[in-house]
């Protein structure tokens, strides 16, 4: 083949591949942003390499984009994530402590990217696929740019255009699964929920610059 044409079927080929990353991440931003909150019930698992669960929690959250929301883990251990937007609290009730960092930590953590529907950070750090665009169901893939990102692959599952299920592979090899279910757009949150206040008598510790 004339060097031309090669020359000409590689720019075709990249041209191709540009306007479908395009696509799905415009296809992505829009389900993840076209409401301001949400709220779930979820079973997080660890999925071994035959496909078998194994450590699970599970709890409820609520979730007011861009930055705020209360995630709380009620089984095995009872744990409570609070971002107000500019501080986020980690409360572990069994140990009597609560740890405040900045929220601008947060700002590197996939899920939290991916929930606060923050998809111009999304785009920065990882390559956007549909893989599964039936009428029911829409699959995404997101592979990261850069190999030390902690991840090989997170997949998006939207059910009704909903965002259903996240499936994180790291870069040992674990997976791990977070279900949504029983899931609230746009809910009436009571404003407290985001304003977390340290029960008497725990230890506060404070992340170094927060």
């Given at each position: 083949?004339?060097?031309?044409?090669?020359?000409?079927?590689?720019?075709?080929?990249?041209?191709?591949?540009?306007?479908?990353?395009a696509?799905?991440?415009?296809?992505?931003?829009?389900?993840?942003?076209?409401?301001?909150?949400?709220?779930?019930?979820?079973?997080?698992?660890?999925v071994?390499?035959?496909g078998?669960?194994?450590?699970?929690?599970?709890?409820?959250?609520v979730?007011?984009?861009?930055?705020r929301?209360d995630?709380?883990?009620?089984?095995?251990?009872?744990?409570?994530?609070?971002?107000?937007g500019?501080?986020?609290?980690?409360?572990d009730?069994d140990l009597e402590?609560?740890?405040?960092?900045?929220?601008?930590?947060?700002?590197?953590?996939?899920?939290?990217?991916?929930?606060?529907?923050?998809?111009?950070?999304?785009?920065?750090q990882?390559?956007?696929?549909?893989?599964?665009?039936?009428?029911?169901?829409?699959?995404?893939?997101l592979?990261p740019?850069?190999a030390?990102?902690?991840?090989v692959?997170?997949?998006l599952?939207?059910?009704?255009?909903?965002?259903?299920?996240?499936?994180?592979e790291?870069?040992?090899?674990?997976?791990?699964?977070?279900?949504?279910?029983?899931?609230?757009?746009?809910?009436a949150v009571?404003?407290?929920?985001?304003?977390?206040?340290?029960?008497?008598?725990?230890?506060v510790i404070?992340d170094p610059?927060?």
């Amino acid at each position: 083949m004339p060097t031309y044409l090669k020359g000409a079927m590689i720019s075709a080929l990249f041209s191709i591949s540009t306007a479908l990353h395009a696509s799905a991440v415009d296809r992505l931003s829009d389900l993840l942003t076209r409401h301001d909150g949400i709220q779930a019930d979820f079973e997080q698992y660890t999925v071994s390499e035959e496909g078998g669960r194994q450590e699970h929690s599970s709890g409820e959250f609520v979730l007011e984009r861009p930055a705020r929301f209360d995630w709380h883990t009620e089984l095995p251990f009872e744990q409570r994530i609070v971002s107000d937007g500019e501080y986020i609290w980690i409360y572990d009730p069994d140990l009597e402590q609560v740890t405040r960092k900045s929220a601008d930590n947060q700002v590197g953590s996939a899920p939290a990217m991916i929930l606060s529907g923050n998809i111009e950070a999304l785009e920065e750090q990882f390559d956007v696929r549909q893989i599964d665009d039936a009428p029911d169901r829409e699959v995404f893939e997101l592979v990261p740019q850069e190999a030390d990102s902690g991840f090989v692959r997170i997949r998006l599952l939207f059910s009704g255009e909903l965002l259903t299920e996240l499936l994180l592979e790291d870069s040992l090899g674990q997976r791990t699964s977070i279900m949504l279910d029983d899931i609230k757009v746009d809910p009436a949150v009571d404003e407290s929920r985001f304003n977390f206040v340290p029960p008497d008598g725990v230890d506060v510790i404070l992340d170094p610059g927060a």
